[in-house]
């Protein structure tokens, strides 16, 4: 609900930037053109977003308290250790449906996407995706697809998980590893 307001150009009180400049330039509100031009997941989360908002209109609130849990949990745990690493996504990455596909193999193929990233577009947490090597594609194993790892860092502590970063790239070729 969040993320169908953000795309509305509306304030959620989320700790985040507003692109003013890119909100200029979506032309809000939305025409019916511009929505026909939007990918099936933007479709969907306009209008998840906006069912959200009508029916539900409790749930963004009562997620903005969870995640100011979560953010909680995260802290404690990165006072236990300077960094958290995990895989940027719990699937590999799966080849876009045609445009015209039904909606529901866009979804399919977003499944396991956003888990282990979307947490942290709402604790704020900084973290930094980079690439690591291959893995075997779902669709077809012959195929290798670019897998990626997130390191995640406490608040104001960016240049520790830029050095972690930078230290294993320089010490892995992820294109052979």
Do not use: C
Not at 45 to 52: K, P, Q, R, S, V
Not at 82 to 104: I, K, N
């Amino acid at each position: 609900m969040g993320n169908h307001m953000g795309m509305l150009g509306r304030a959620t009180g989320r700790r985040q930037v507003m692109l003013t400049d890119l909100l200029a330039r979506k032309e809000l509100p939305y025409s019916a053109a511009a929505i026909a031009r939007m990918n099936m997941v933007s479709k969907d989360g306009l209008l998840a977003g906006e069912y959200g908002w009508t029916h539900y209109p409790l749930a963004y609130p009562k997620a903005v308290n969870l995640t100011r849990k979560l953010r909680d949990a995260y802290d404690a745990a990165l006072e236990q250790v300077d960094l958290l690493v995990m895989p940027t996504t719990v699937t590999p990455s799966s080849p876009f449906p045609a445009p015209d596909a039904p909606p529901l193999d866009h979804a399919r193929a977003a499944s396991g996407k956003l888990e282990n990233t979307s947490p942290f577009n709402g604790t704020g947490h900084p973290a930094l995706a980079m690439p690591i090597g291959f893995v075997p594609a779902l669709a077809d194993p012959a195929v290798q697809v670019p897998a990626s790892m997130q390191i995640v860092g406490r608040f104001f502590d960016e240049v520790r998980i830029l050095q972690t970063a930078f230290a294993w790239e320089n010490a892995y070729d992820w294109k052979t590893f």
